[in-house]
């Protein structure tokens, strides 16, 4: 049986596999060694959660710590990949989008389109996303959305230890400005990660499950939820396909669709606020493709048009929940 | 220190501030027409500001540009020719046509690309200055803004950035005394921008952008400080706009007479060739066959531009990935 590791332990190994294979790649942000500056230890924290903990002294000088500026630092990351580097930026919460959106999505995301094919912006933009933390408001968001609407920008949304390897090696070779986001909630979670390098192709999503009955696409944490829930099904006799796409963009939609099209029946987990979502892009190309292979409505299970709330008891009730994508099921399966 | 300016340097920089001249009054004349796609921010009056720094940078030094680009992208070597045919929106410009006025690049020379968004060139100069620190290498980079952009949060974190990592950085603030149709006067909270230095830990220094040599020898001594691992500068470079923020901007807001009073009594062009002539160092007929060729350059780029194709619908998709 391979090792096992967490979530958090594969991102660091990425990191520190890749940085030793090419010394154009380099980390920044807030806090990724921690103490630069200080009278204490270097590398005091190695990331808010300790993500790039132990790079530091392995990679002299290419783990670099900045002032909290994200709009400076995220921005100098674009222009040293514009040069050939190959900088991954920590954007700690992805809820700090928003102060540093436009190197983002003007200038990164632009580039290559703008200049008629003649550059290159070799960036990966890391972030943490997502509910469960009780860290309310501004510290809890998906977004993968709205960069997922940006053409020239990719989005990936690893759910398991071994996608967060692959994919992240896979997000600094690539060429193309990359935003990889990191569920906070899947850190400890433990699998199976070979201690070799490898790539994971991006587009290419993966069945965690195969069924017949209905079909769950299920988006970064949601993966682990659509599983709970289809374990359920199978006692009550509702066989679930699940889809996890990996990568919103490019996004997989073959995969999506040729399953709708063997199941009838579509159920789209997303944990972020159902306008404008993941969830309604998605059953929008199942209902605009696949149309008469339906057999039920297609059903949505995210969370609410409503900021994440603090209260325990609240954004409990915020994040989408097995039960839900259990009834989300059922009633695409009774459906007549 | 000084660097002499050589016979060569001299008509060098006289053609490059010519050829932004003519390339400038030549869109403002065919603006007019209707003919010319799009938005289009006039450098002229200018020039011995992008002349006068560039003159200290080679091919491997990059600079970030403004929506008000041409001029700096004459100056930092991209081919005027591909510059007018990607004005008019074809496929033989620069890039393609799919970027326009505002977003001309060209890597190849360090030109890192004019830019819609104000301020937005700030942290992309602290990036490409970082790589050069980490491998070694000898190359600055210049971040040329306005004095609107003088206001944003990205110059103020990019200064800072560039001085607690000791970049290779020449913030290089053009004031021309206007943010669109608003005075500096009025939204620079102080009266130099160059005063702002100072709290970002870096040297600051005010020079007059009508005069080619103060903004060479300015510009030099940030750049040479940078290159030898001194750390960032904020140059500002004091100056004029002949025309609107746009073209097609009326500029009610500026006083009467004020554009020619400044043509009449500062114009860089005309300061530069009364001192070399003056000087001897270069005759008056030497400027005037520089003048010809440039004019017969910019005809041409025209007319070329004119007749050159569009994008065609193949061209839509191209180039938003590397691969996708």
């Given at each position: 049986m391979a090792r096992k590791i967490t979530y958090q332990q594969a991102i660091n190994e990425a990191l520190d596999q890749e940085m030793s294979r090419d010394q154009n790649v380099i980390v920044m942000g807030e806090d990724v060694a921690g103490g630069e500056g200080s009278p204490g230890e270097q590398d005091a924290w190695g990331g808010v959660l300790g993500v790039?903990?132990?790079l530091y002294h392995k990679h002299p000088g290419r783990v670099i710590d900045t002032p909290i500026s994200e709009s400076g630092y995220v921005g100098a990351a674009i222009g040293a990949a514009c040069v050939g580097m190959r900088p991954v930026a920590e954007l700690m919460f992805v809820d700090f989008l928003g102060v540093c959106f436009d190197q983002i999505f003007n200038q990164a995301a632009k580039f290559r389109y703008m200049f008629g094919g003649k550059s290159e912006t070799p960036v990966v933009i890391r972030a943490m996303y997502g509910a469960g933390f009780r860290a309310a408001a501004q510290h809890s968001q998906c977004l993968y959305n709205i960069f997922t609407h940006i053409p020239g920008l990719k989005v990936v949304v690893p759910s398991n230890p071994y996608d967060a390897k692959g994919l992240l090696i896979q997000s600094i070779r690539d060429n193309d400005p990359v935003i990889f986001l990191e569920h906070?909630?899947?850190?400890?979670m433990e699998g199976e990660v070979p201690e070799e390098s490898y790539a994971i192709p991006f587009g290419e999503a993966a069945v965690v499950r195969e069924g017949h009955d209905v079909t769950i696409v299920a988006i970064g944490r949601m993966v682990q939820k659509a599983q709970e829930a289809a374990a359920e099904l199978q006692k009550q006799g509702i066989h679930c396909e699940i889809i996890d796409p990996?990568?919103?963009?490019?996004?997989d939609t073959d995969t999506i669709l040729e399953s709708v099209e063997k199941t009838g029946r579509l159920v789209v987990v997303d944990e972020s606020h159902p306008r404008c979502s993941m969830a309604s892009d998605i059953a929008g190309l199942a209902a605009e493709r696949v149309f008469g292979s339906l057999k039920a409505p297609i059903r949505q299970v995210t969370g609410f048009h409503s900021p994440v709330p603090f209260s325990d008891t609240l954004e409990e009730l915020y994040i989408p929940s097995a039960a839900k994508i259990i009834a989300a099921v059922q009633s695409t399966k009774e459906y007549k | 220190m000084t660097k002499t300016l050589t016979r060569e340097d001299l008509l060098k920089a006289y053609r490059t501030m010519r050829t932004i001249r003519e390339f400038e009054e030549r869109l403002h004349t065919d603006f007019a027409t209707g003919e010319i796609p799009g938005f289009v921010h006039l450098y002229a009056g200018e020039e011995a500001s992008a002349t006068g720094v560039c003159m200290n940078l080679t091919a491997d030094d990059h600079i970030a540009s403004t929506h008000r680009g041409h001029g700096h992208c004459i100056a930092k070597g991209v081919d005027p020719v591909g510059m007018m045919a990607e004005i008019w929106g074809k496929k033989t410009g620069t890039c393609k046509g799919k970027g326009g006025s505002m977003h001309i690049a060209d890597l190849s020379v360090g030109m890192l690309g004019a830019n819609g968004i104000v301020g937005g060139g700030g942290p992309l100069v602290c990036g490409t200055a970082l790589a050069a620190k980490l491998r070694n290498q000898p190359f600055v980079s210049v971040c040329f803004f306005g004095d609107g952009a003088s206001n944003q949060g990205t110059i103020f974190e990019a200064m800072n950035l560039a001085s607690v990592w000791n970049l290779p950085v020449i913030f290089l603030a053009e004031n021309n005394g206007y943010a669109e149709a608003t005075s500096s006067k009025f939204s620079v909270a102080c009266d130099n921008i160059a005063d702002r230095a100072s709290a970002f830990g870096m040297p600051g220094i005010t020079v007059d952008g009508f005069d080619f040599f103060a903004v060479y020898e300015a510009a030099g001594a940030a750049i040479d400080r940078a290159r030898n691992g001194g750390g960032p500068s904020l140059v500002e470079v004091k100056l004029s706009r002949y025309y609107g923020h746009f073209e097609g901007d009326q500029q009610t807001y500026r006083a009467a007479g004020e554009v020619q009073n400044i043509r009449d009594t500062k114009d860089c062009l005309m300061q530069f060739a009364h001192r070399v002539t003056s000087s001897g160092e270069i005759a008056q007929a030497e400027l005037d066959a520089i003048d010809a060729e440039v004019k017969a350059l910019i005809d041409g780029s025209v007319v070329k531009a004119k007749s050159d194709p569009k994008p065609t619908e193949a061209d839509l998709l191209t180039d938003v990935y590397v691969s996708y």
């Open positions: 790039t903990r132990g906070k909630a899947l850190y400890t990996r990568t919103t963009s490019p996004l | -």
